[in-house]
């Protein structure tokens, strides 16, 4: 029964606008709104815009969406309330959809509306809409507003797009810590590890000082580019601006020693490391797994649960890529089990990836496949290029192809696995199937990743490609490689042409092999620096069957421990011997 009206709509309104401004929590506010129905003016628009914002300022977005359909013309005001509280909630999707509707429907969107519609672009990577709002926010007027240009360099970044970051931050005016950050934080997510570092110098000479997340982000580019020096320096600065105690950054720390070769550092810090969380002890077991120490990862983990810290699928996932890549399949199989068994956890595609690897890797390829088969979820060509990687270490053609033809169906501009398949056709001398694969390559514009090999001296980062002579030292590089072929065929050493991808003559296959980039890189080394130093060397892609060979001549020949990290693990040379048993 509706009361009596003694006051105007609009006094009333405005009464109740107040009182409901001063309710303190969501509970109250749901009361105050009860009583707008007992006067009748549930549907007056300043009073469902007032419920509105005050619904959203307790995170309860979904009554507020409900009362906004209800509100005939909203101001652009209320659109960006709704659109910015959409982003901040996560429900980015939801977002761009009424940021479109402001487009169709709504006011023409002002300064405001642009940066929370970008943000959302971001997280869900949507460049093609990223795009779009920028035309907008030009068209509109707001080309040089300094929080539309922000969240235009985050969105680009985010999106993969760095250069297009870099000419939207090079023509502002005015830069702030969040721009500076998003370009660290793109560069080093997008694999541009040395313009991450540069970025970071440059940040901090023009008096921005860092925060967590470019700290994060600069610690990730050391850890990529094998920079230990650089790491060890940035470790410093964190000590020095009191980072040290923020767990995300500890961990970073942790992870950067280990990708840079220092293990036992890496452990070090781990143990002196204070509220471990799961992401932490995740992170030293994969490590350890990486490295080849599979018993060790294994260890730890059991550890963690004696310290009541509770696995996740990316814990298990570290210890099954552990089991992996030190041939543990009892205790691969075992841990896999126990993810449902024990901790009522439900194995995702990563853990499938893992046990795919570790079944192929083993020369189980039937059983790996049978595994894909029974997946209750339709396998990714991450778990299907495992069987295939698997297919070329045990040179199983049929399989290969039948594995390629559904990653390829999945994915037809994988440069990754067109490539892996040419190098098993290549290992058996089909050298049709191989040109065959070019041409689609070429075709579908895919081309071969190139290879290269990174190595640090004096804080630089020196680069290798296969052959290149680019590099001032490349006559004594050339010169030291040709001094050491003759000791390394003496104690045996003898080419693997099948890796080769060229159907060429033989000394000519012997040619290319020579001046693989690891070796360069290693040659680089030796050079530059002391004898009995450790050489460190990082390399982007799978490290083939005869450099993995060579180096253990070359190890024994110069009495060097020599580290390589390739794009799966880390190969610890020493004395003739790797550390990964030649499984990989």
């Avoid at 619904?55 to 009554?63: A, C």
């Avoid at 040395?194 to 610690?219: Q, T, W, Y």
């Avoid at 640090?456 to 052959?467: D, P, T």
């Avoid at 003898?494 to 060429?504: A, F, N, S």
Wanted: charged content about 20%; aromatic content about 8%.
């Amino acid at each position: 029964m509706r009361v009596h009206l003694s006051k105007p709509i609009t006094e009333i309104a405005l009464s109740l606008s107040s009182i409901l401004q001063k309710s303190s929590s969501l509970t109250s506010l749901k009361k105050a709104h009860a009583k707008i129905f007992t006067f009748g003016i549930q549907n007056d628009s300043q009073v469902l815009t007032k419920l509105t914002t005050l619904y959203i300022s307790f995170n309860s977005i979904d009554i507020a969406s409900v009362l906004f359909k209800y509100i005939a013309n909203p101001n652009s005001y209320l659109w960006n309330v709704m659109i910015r509280a959409y982003a901040c909630g996560g429900q980015f999707h939801q977002s761009l959809e009424l940021y479109c509707l402001m487009m169709e429907k709504g006011p023409r969107p002002d300064k405001y509306a642009f940066p929370m519609a970008l943000k959302s672009c971001a997280a869900l990577s949507d460049l093609p809409a990223g795009r779009l709002i920028h035309q907008h926010s030009v068209c509109c007027g707001c080309g040089n507003d300094l929080y539309i240009d922000a969240a235009l360099v985050d969105m680009y970044a985010k999106c993969g797009k760095v250069e297009a970051a870099r000419q939207v931050f090079d023509k502002m005016s005015v830069r702030d810590l969040v721009c500076w950050t998003s370009m660290v934080s793109g560069y080093a997510h997008n694999g541009c590890n040395s313009e991450a570092l540069e970025f970071f110098d440059l940040m901090r000479c023009s008096g921005v000082k860092p925060n967590r997340v470019g700290i994060l982000s600069v610690l990730l580019a050391c850890g990529n580019l094998g920079a230990l020096r650089r790491g060890q320096w940035f470790h410093d600065y964190v000590i020095k601006t009191g980072f040290r105690s923020d767990i995300l950054i500890a961990t970073a720390i942790v992870d950067m020693y280990a990708k840079c070769g220092s293990l036992d550092l890496a452990r070090a810090l781990f143990d002196e490391t204070t509220g471990k969380d799961v992401v932490c002890w995740s992170a030293m077991i994969g490590n350890y797994g990486i490295h080849g120490h599979g018993r060790r990862a294994i260890d730890l983990f059991h550890r963690m649960i004696k310290e009541a810290v509770r696995p996740n699928h990316v814990t298990f996932t570290c210890v099954l890529s552990a089991c992996s890549h030190s041939g543990l399949i009892e205790e691969g199989n075992k841990y896999f089990r126990l993810m449902r068994e024990e901790f009522g956890i439900e194995p995702k595609l990563g853990n499938y990836s893992c046990m795919v690897d570790l079944l192929g890797r083993s020369g189980q390829l039937s059983e790996a496949e049978k595994l894909i088969q029974t997946m209750p979820v339709e396998p990714d060509v991450s778990i299907l290029g495992s069987l295939l990687g698997a297919c070329r270490v045990h040179g199983n053609i049929d399989l290969a192809e039948k594995i390629a033809d559904r990653i390829f169906q999945l994915d037809p501009f994988h440069t990754g696995y067109h490539v892996l398949l040419s190098n098993i056709y290549a290992a058996k001398s089909r050298w049709v199937e191989v040109e065959k694969i070019r041409k689609i390559m070429a075709r579908r514009g895919t081309n071969k990743i190139e290879g290269f090999s990174l190595i640090e001296h004096n804080i630089l980062i020196h680069k290798f490609g296969a052959g290149d002579k680019s590099h001032t030292q490349s006559e004594k590089i050339y010169s030291l490689l040709e001094e050491l072929a003759t000791p390394m065929k003496r104690l045996g050493y003898m080419p693997l042409t099948d890796c080769v991808l060229h159907d060429i003559e033989g000394e000519a296959k012997e040619a290319a092999l020579s001046y693989h980039s690891e070796r360069l890189a290693i040659a680089f080394g030796l050079i530059n620096t002391a004898p009995g130093t450790t050489l460190r060397i990082t390399k982007n892609l799978r490290i083939c069957r005869d450099c993995h060979n060579a180096i253990k001549f070359m190890s024994q020949i110069v009495n060097r421990v020599i580290l390589v990290r390739d794009n799966r693990r880390f190969h610890h040379f020493d004395n003739g011997i790797c550390s990964c048993g030649d499984y990989w």
